[in-house]
């Protein structure tokens, strides 16, 4: 069964290449949102949450620290990957709980290892 | 009583061997002497003779016996009883009689004393003094008084002439009179010479005239002290200052005060006019009230206080001129200090604009090079194997990671003056130069570079992300600016000491066209010539910030072309 990964990204054409990306490598998108604001709004109303998230940090609204530390607290088991240009929060976001944090600008296998690496902790 | 009386007494009588002589010597002291004589030494008739006052003959013997024993009784007990030495003594001074004190004063017994030589008993001076004095008594036949001193004692004598050219001697031991004498001589000498020796004009004086003065007053007034005795004072006092003088002796006078201190001025025979502080008290001289007068000169003080004055004056012009520039001064500093507190808030204000708009243009930057990157990577995929597209897709992935270099140079720089060392992380300097070695592969994919570099242990250094930064600008310039075929980079780290610091030293060598010594010379600043680069700059900054240093050599001393080697000395973590 693949993993459920639901997207938050405030650049449209990042939201697009991550899809295209993990649809191709056999991941289940399932929603995405342009601010931190709407991540929260959308991951509460979500019957069943997916397994994992891809955080940017500086959105407009709500950063990712802050939807990150609403989401988890709707949902402690919930993965969370930060991907941003702001490694000045990497510490941050870690003490709240995130798996992994990826610095922008990275690369597909980059991406994609990152994501294997939660989905499949035993291989 | 008056008049000479003789009693002579037969041998062998109850008072045999005595008589008693006595007579009235002066009127003065009424001193009645008295002295018994031995028969031995007066060849007087067994029939007593009694000379009274009219010498009648008809007393009754018994009765004239009787008396005199009672008489004799009461002189002898008279003679010893008195502190005055008395003897009775023949014309060769032998001694007839002496009394107790004299007896004590020879150091001999009363009864043993008799018919010894009195001048036996003292020195010869002094014996020969006295028999002096004796003989002249007895030669002239009148009373002969004198003083001496003897072993310290000092003594009033006096030599009598009796009958028969015998004489009675009677010395008053006068010792303590006249050391009490001396004292009062040597004390009064001392107060003297301290008076008159004293630097205070010292005079005691009435509301008329001078009774004393001493020498210092006469210096001070310039006139001889017995000029002065008799002359009022008050004629001595500078006339401005004659009135108040008066007045503070009338309070003086009055009861007002007993001591009265003031400053004054008196007039010095020559004219000259000097100041003088007066201490007076009220005394009493010779049982009338007089006032004693202490005059100092107090000239030179007056001098100095208004010296001093005139100083102090002088002082409060100058603070008061230099209160007035620093015044000023004050004013112009306040003006510039609030000039450069709006400099530097403009300088903030523009500097925390310059970082927003860094920051932001880093960010949309970084967001654009990502999706950029990411639609590489999916081209990558879509042209299965495209040989032409896939160099072409790498020269863009390598502006891209120049183009996040550039980033981090950037954002590195503009952070780098803020960054304090407690914010620095320890980071193993092996894997910084691992890290960097693989993004200069990516960036430069397609170029022949080979790194030399074998990592060995872990080499501890703070400022994780600095100084990546600063190592990737080193390996950097040695891959972009080689310009041979073959780029090859020598790596390595030692440890080392650099003044007295423990430094690892990371130490590049490249093959590429080296510095001159110009470049050397100018490596490290921008002057705002962006031709130059931020790189060597920065590096530069980096390592300051670290505490260590970097420096750029030639690979083969003195042949820059040979290749550059560039060192940076990072202080180790603890």
């Not at chain 2, 980033?407 to 992380?425: G, N």
Request: proline share 3%; charged share 25%.
């Amino acid at each position: 069964m693949s993993k459920k990964i639901f997207i938050v990204e405030d650049e449209a054409d990042i939201v697009e290449f991550y899809i295209e990306v993990l649809e191709m490598y056999g991941f289940d998108v399932v929603g995405s949102a342009r601010n931190g604001a709407q991540a929260v709004v959308k991951f509460a109303a979500m019957s069943e949450h997916p397994d994992i998230i891809i955080m940017d940090h500086r959105m407009p609204i709500m950063t990712g620290i802050e939807a990150t530390t609403k989401i988890l607290e709707i949902d402690p088991d919930v993965k969370i990957i930060f991907a941003s240009a702001d490694d000045s929060i990497e510490k941050q976001a870690r003490q709240l709980g995130v798996v992994s944090f990826e610095k922008k600008p990275f690369d597909l296998d980059r991406l994609i290892a990152a994501v294997r690496e939660i989905s499949f902790p035993d291989n | 009583m008056s008049g000479s009386f003789d009693y002579c007494f037969p041998e062998g009588s109850i008072i045999a061997g005595y008589a008693l002589y006595f007579r009235i010597i002066t009127f003065q002291y009424m001193f009645i002497e008295c002295c018994p004589v031995k028969s031995r030494s007066f060849s007087y008739p067994a029939k007593v003779l009694i000379m009274t006052g009219d010498n009648s003959g008809n007393i009754d013997q018994k009765m004239r016996i009787s008396y005199l024993e009672s008489m004799f009784e009461k002189m002898e007990l008279l003679l010893n009883s008195t502190d005055v030495l008395i003897a009775f003594l023949d014309s060769e001074g032998h001694i007839i009689f002496a009394n107790k004190s004299m007896a004590e004063s020879l150091g001999a017994d009363i009864h043993n004393c008799e018919d010894t030589v009195i001048w036996d008993f003292m020195d010869a001076e002094t014996g020969n003094r006295r028999k002096k004095y004796f003989r002249e008594c007895l030669e002239k036949n009148k009373l002969v008084n004198f003083e001496d001193e003897r072993n310290g004692r000092y003594f009033i004598n006096s030599f009598a002439p009796v009958s028969n050219n015998n004489a009675i001697v009677m010395v008053r031991n006068i010792t303590p009179r006249r050391r009490a004498e001396i004292a009062l001589r040597e004390s009064e000498e001392k107060y003297r010479s301290l008076v008159e020796n004293a630097n205070d004009g010292i005079c005691i004086f009435t509301e008329e005239a001078v009774l004393y003065a001493n020498r210092r007053f006469s210096d001070l007034v310039g006139f001889q002290a017995d000029g002065i005795i008799g002359t009022s004072l008050s004629l001595y006092i500078a006339p401005s200052e004659r009135d108040c003088f008066i007045r503070n002796i009338a309070s003086l006078a009055h009861g007002e005060k007993t001591q009265f201190v003031f400053d004054s001025m008196i007039n010095h025979r020559d004219g000259i006019r000097i100041n003088i502080e007066f201490n007076i008290s009220v005394i009493t001289y010779n049982g009338h009230r007089a006032y004693l007068a202490f005059m100092r000169d107090i000239t030179n003080r007056v001098n100095s206080a208004a010296e001093l004055r005139r100083h102090r004056d002088h002082l409060g012009e100058l603070v008061y001129e230099r209160t007035l520039e620093l015044t000023l001064t004050n004013k112009e500093l306040r003006h510039e200090i609030a000039e450069r507190k709006l400099a530097q808030e403009s300088l903030q204000s523009a500097k925390s604009e310059a970082e927003f708009y860094i920051d932001l243009m880093s960010h949309d930057l970084t967001n654009f090079n990502h999706a950029l990157l990411g639609n590489i990577d999916l081209l990558d995929h879509a042209i299965n194997g495209d040989d032409k597209v896939r160099r072409l897709l790498n020269s863009c992935r390598r502006q891209i990671a120049r183009s996040k270099l550039l980033i981090h140079k950037v954002r590195t720089f503009s952070k780098i003056k803020d960054i304090a060392a407690a914010d620095l992380m320890e980071i193993d300097l092996n894997v910084c130069i691992t890290d960097s070695i693989n993004l200069m592969k990516k960036m430069y994919p397609g170029n022949d570079v080979q790194f030399v570099f074998e990592p060995e242990g872990k080499k501890n250094i703070l400022g994780a992300d600095i100084l990546s930064a600063a190592v990737n600008i080193v390996l950097e310039n040695a891959v972009a600016h080689a310009g041979a075929q073959i780029v090859n980079v020598e790596i390595s780290v030692m440890e080392n000491n650099v003044d007295g610091l423990d430094v690892w030293t990371l130490c590049v060598a490249d093959n590429g066209p080296g510095f001159s010594d110009e470049q050397k010379k100018n490596a490290f600043t921008t002057d705002g010539n962006t031709l130059r680069g931020l790189g060597l700059p920065l590096a530069n900054e980096i390592m300051k910030t670290l505490g260590g240093r970097i420096k750029i050599e030639d690979r083969t001393p003195g042949v820059p072309q040979h290749g550059a080697l560039v060192t940076l000395s990072i202080p180790k973590a603890r």
